[in-house]
């Protein structure tokens, strides 16, 4: 197949990437351990500890798990949300050369015990706020292990108590649990120093990670991210960042972490990658607390900030956000939605700096396409395929449809999983002949490779034959400068099958169905215009920000 994307890439992106030089992801965090062994880590809570703190902390849990007599491939859970103890958990999984599998701590317990027993996890680390989740699940299927982080855990000190006592006796955030046989990490951690530990074989062909995909277009499944996998993806960031950074070679970089690092997306580029580039994580707990991301942005400052654009959108009307100082930004990343025009608009004038966006799946850990990162403006495209990556846009018979007409994207590379874990029939389903994963997305692609999408393919409306791309009416509705937030969905309709019906979260409260439709009136076609408008306090979204339309179908 023609690559017409190469001939777009920056000056220094290369063609290909080479994963040999690693024998394993375990290989490739060690040596980076080692090298940035006096940098700082990671940031929580204003304690900081570093890449030789979080070396030793990872030897200790990684000495533990073989204590406990669990073989290579067990797999442990993590469920937390961004506190150091994930980074270090994160590193000693892969070290003892078993499975990590992240949890959404936000999960209830029948979601908790589903996970549990399709993963067949022996070990958990939950943070301690939720335990009380795991005390419900009465099927815990496998589950032998279980470790407890307390909320001030591992940050140093005589904060770690503080903050433990806080959380638990002044704030009251911490629910009552009683889970028989569970430990506490700075014991675990103690125990595991102490025990003979012993590097397993690791290759590139070992899952490294389950990743359960989102599930706002059906049940999740765990996609299976081998070392070799997220090894590519690694070096794939490292190749498209170049540009944005060449000013700053040589020096200590931060990345905030404000989406969650048990989603792919933050595991990838703001864990994996970071800890790889040697960067200062600022982990944001709770992402939707604007306060704690703005205090630790402007006591450190911030080079990268990958984020979604309910986040950005949300920024952007925080008027605190607009005084901070922007000097060191040098990339924005956009992922896990689409970005809209006018939440990039608005973000280019506030910080300088344009938003990049990106494309990936839990499938493709994560990343598969960016667009160059040293771009001055918003593309409104997910941009190009990332290094040893091929894009192709495919018709229901899987042949490939002509530049410019639309098609399910498909996608393959090194980063593409090896399959779904304990489902055979749908890893085959998401697959070609020739390798492509399925993403289920409608896309374009022009002459120049940039790729634009369209829409989810279970998304589009089907309005008396001819189909309505939700993106595109959420684009236009968006733009209304009385809307903050929007989302567009199918309703059953008796004379045309489908209707488009708009949910609208306003920024002005005087504004109207009327008003929005006749807005929609002079933009879109008839068959495209939300034929009614239901105004929400507050959009269902998904743990990182975007927004759930299979929801609001179901309300």
Request: proline fraction near 5%; charged fraction near 20%.
């Given at each position: 197949m023609s690559r017409p994307w190469l001939a777009q890439y920056s000056p220094g992106v290369?063609?290909?990437?080479?994963?040999?030089?690693?024998?394993s992801l375990t290989a490739l965090l060690d040596q980076a351990c080692h090298k940035h062994a006096s940098r700082v880590a990671c940031t929580?809570?204003?304690?900081?500890m570093t890449y030789a703190e979080l070396d030793r902390h990872a030897r200790g849990f990684a000495g533990w798990l073989q204590k406990q007599g669990l073989q290579k491939g067990a797999r442990v859970a993590l469920m937390m949300p961004n506190v150091p103890a994930y980074l270090?958990?994160?590193?000693?999984?892969?070290?003892?050369?078993?499975?990590?599998?992240?949890?959404?701590?936000?999960?209830?317990?029948?979601?908790?015990?589903?996970?549990?027993?399709?993963?067949?996890?022996?070990?958990?680390?939950?943070?301690?706020?939720f335990a009380h989740t795991l005390q419900a699940v009465s099927d815990r299927a496998a589950l032998r292990h279980i470790v407890v982080i307390g909320p001030g855990d591992l940050l140093g000190g005589l904060k770690a108590p503080l903050v433990n006592f806080v959380a638990r006796h002044v704030k009251r955030i911490v629910p009552s649990w009683h889970l028989?046989?569970?430990?506490?990490?700075?014991?675990?951690?103690?125990?595991?120093?102490?025990?003979?530990?012993?590097?397993?074989?690791?290759?590139?062909?070992?899952?490294?990670?389950?990743?359960?995909?989102?599930?706002?277009?059906?049940?999740?499944?765990?996609?299976?991210?081998?070392?070799?996998?997220?090894?590519?993806?690694?070096?794939?960031?490292?190749?498209?960042v170049r540009p944005a950074l060449k000013d700053l070679e040589g020096t200590p970089l931060t990345i905030i972490s404000a989406l969650p690092l048990y989603h792919v997306f933050a595991m990838t580029v703001c864990g994996l990658y970071g800890m790889y580039?040697?960067?200062?994580?600022?982990?944001?707990?709770?992402?939707?607390?604007?306060?704690?991301?703005?205090?630790?942005?402007?006591?450190?400052?911030?080079?990268?900030?990958?984020?979604?654009?309910?986040?950005?959108?949300?920024?952007?009307?925080?008027?605190e956000f607009a005084k901070l100082d922007f000097s060191k930004?040098?990339?924005?990343?956009?992922?896990?939605?689409?970005?809209?025009?006018?939440?990039?608009?608005?973000?280019?004038?506030i910080t300088g700096r344009p938003l990049i966006e990106g494309y990936g799946l839990s499938e493709t850990s994560p990343v598969a396409t960016v667009n160059p990162t040293d771009n001055d403006a918003y593309s409104g495209s997910i941009g190009l395929p990332v290094p040893s990556t091929e894009v192709a846009i495919l018709d229901d018979d899987g042949n490939e449809v002509p530049l410019g007409e639309r098609g399910e994207l498909c996608i393959r590379g090194p980063q593409v999983m090896l399959g779904y874990w304990n489902r055979p029939d749908e890893t085959r389903k998401s697959m070609t002949a020739d390798g492509f994963f399925r993403t289920g997305d409608?896309?374009?692609?022009?002459?120049?490779?940039?790729?634009?999408?369209?829409?989810?393919?279970?998304?589009?409306?089907?309005?008396?034959?001819?189909?309505?791309y939700p993106n595109e009416v959420e684009s236009v509705i968006a733009s209304h400068p009385g809307v903050l937030e929007c989302a567009v969905v199918g309703v059953p309709d008796p004379h045309s099958g489908e209707a488009v019906k708009a949910f609208v979260v306003r920024r002005d409260s005087s504004l109207t169905e009327t008003q929005l439709i006749e807005w929609c009136k002079e933009k879109l076609t008839?068959?495209?215009?939300?034929?009614?408008?239901?105004?929400?306090?507050?959009?269902?979204?998904?743990?990182?920000?975007?927004?759930?339309r299979r929801e609001l179908k179901t309300d």
């Open positions: 290369p063609a290909e990437i080479s994963i040999e030089s690693y024998a929580a809570m204003g304690s900081s270090v958990s994160l590193l000693g999984t892969l070290r003892a050369g078993m499975v990590v599998v992240n949890f959404n701590p936000l999960y209830k317990a029948d979601e908790l015990q589903r996970q549990l027993l399709d993963s067949g996890a022996e070990v958990i680390v939950i943070f301690e706020n028989d046989g569970a430990q506490r990490m700075p014991r675990v951690l103690a125990e595991g120093a102490a025990a003979t530990f012993t590097p397993p074989s690791l290759g590139r062909d070992d899952v490294a990670v389950l990743q359960y995909t989102g599930g706002t277009t059906g049940i999740p499944k765990g996609a299976m991210l081998s070392h070799g996998n997220l090894i590519a993806n690694v070096l794939q960031m490292e190749a498209v580039a040697g960067m200062r994580n600022l982990l944001i707990i709770n992402p939707r607390d604007q306060r704690a991301l703005i205090e630790a942005w402007r006591e450190s400052g911030v080079h990268i900030f990958p984020g979604v654009n309910t986040l950005f959108n949300a920024l952007a009307e925080n008027p930004l040098r990339l924005t990343l956009g992922g896990g939605m689409a970005v809209q025009p006018h939440v990039a608009q608005r973000w280019l004038k409608i896309g374009i692609m022009d002459e120049k490779g940039y790729t634009r999408i369209v829409d989810r393919k279970k998304d589009m409306i089907t309005v008396s034959g001819f189909k309505v008839g068959y495209k215009r939300p034929h009614s408008v239901e105004f929400r306090d507050e959009l269902p979204k998904s743990n990182v920000g975007k927004i759930l």
